[in-house]
């Protein structure tokens, strides 16, 4: 809606006025918080790009996530249905399927959907949601491995007192503390991302939100913050590492005093895919948020998170 103006301007030395017309445009109310909510979004600039190559690794990504999301799913139902898995050493393996298929659906719909449909837009709202969910499940997994490798510590290493060392008080307590560490990282680290000022151009170089990526965009000095958050990604990391190298060192300690060569094999099969599960998932980890800024590269970061 726009009203004109007539003004009336008069020149020096000159007896003779002339008019000026000018129009202004009149913005509602409704229009200008319209503007402003459509303003506010982030934007993701997606993993993959509309070509025949990005299409095919956009397939085998959906691919793995959705086997992923549908064997932790199985794994959670057969823990739950049958009798004989209703021990410490599974009930933590079905709270890590639970944390796998939580990271899956947390980033997976929303990265497909975008990309099908061409939208990149995020609200605050939802980035919000997506550090939050992205971090608990992710930092709850960090101490979760932690307690599997003290649980196998404990089956190889004392096998005789293993159902008094690892009774299922411990057992819940170490799985609740894990939640609740996860948890209590990423909401510090959700409300503090976004109580910062962003500049206009709110283009995130990734296919989810992410603490450090919203931290580039923000128009304040956040020197403080970027340095207690690498503290609490190295924590969150090292800690628990140590921990599993720790428990493993002395499984390994063990194994080779045993004479027996099944009682080796059966350790190795029992301790070899929670290894392979801990290399993969700390390896990531490890290279994302504890390499040097000055070898940091924003497509490396989105390759290695989608690994």
């Known amino acids: 809606m726009s009203r004109s103006y007539e003004v009336k301007l008069r020149l020096l030395d000159d007896e003779s006025p002339f008019l000026l017309h000018f129009s202004v445009d009149r913005i509602t109310p409704e229009e200008i918080m319209e503007k402003r909510n459509t303003n506010s979004d982030f934007i993701l600039l997606r993993l993959f790009k509309h070509t025949g190559p990005h299409l095919f690794l956009f397939m ?33 393996l079905s709270q890590l399927s639970l944390m796998d298929v939580m990271l899956v659906a947390t980033i997976v719909p929303k990265m497909a959907a975008d990309y099908l449909t061409g939208k990149k ?3 605050p709202a939802g980035c919000g949601l997506q550090i939050f969910f992205y971090l608990t499940v992710g930092g709850g997994e960090c101490f979760l491995l932690a307690a599997m490798s003290s649980d196998r510590y404990v089956a190889v290493y004392h096998p005789l007192r293993y159902p008094v060392l690892m009774s299922w008080q411990l057992c819940l307590r170490m799985t609740l503390g894990s939640w609740f560490l996860g948890a209590a990282d990423g909401l510090m680290q959700a409300a503090a991302t976004l109580s910062l000022p962003f500049c206009s151009t709110c283009e995130i170089n990734h296919f989810f939100c992410e603490a450090p990526m919203l931290v580039h965009l923000a128009c304040a000095d956040t020197s403080v913050f970027k340095n207690v958050m690498y503290i609490c990604c190295v924590l969150m990391l090292l800690v628990p590492f140590s921990l599993i190298l720790n428990s493993y060192s002395f499984i390994l300690f063990a194994v080779l005093q045993m004479h027996s060569r099944e009682a080796r094999k059966k350790t190795f099969a029992t301790c070899s895919s929670h290894l392979a599960v801990v ?16 070898y940091r590269s924003a497509s490396h970061d989105k390759v290695m998170s989608a690994f």
């Open 279 to 294: 290399g993969l998932f700390y390896g990531a980890s490890i290279f994302i948020y504890m390499r040097p800024k000055s």
């Open 60 to 92: 085998v990504v959906l691919t793995m996530a959705m086997a992923s999301f549908m064997g932790n799913a199985i794994m959670l139902l057969l823990i739950y249905w049958d009798p004989w898995l209703h021990t410490p050493m599974y009930f933590l």
């Open 121 to 123: 837009s995020i609200s």
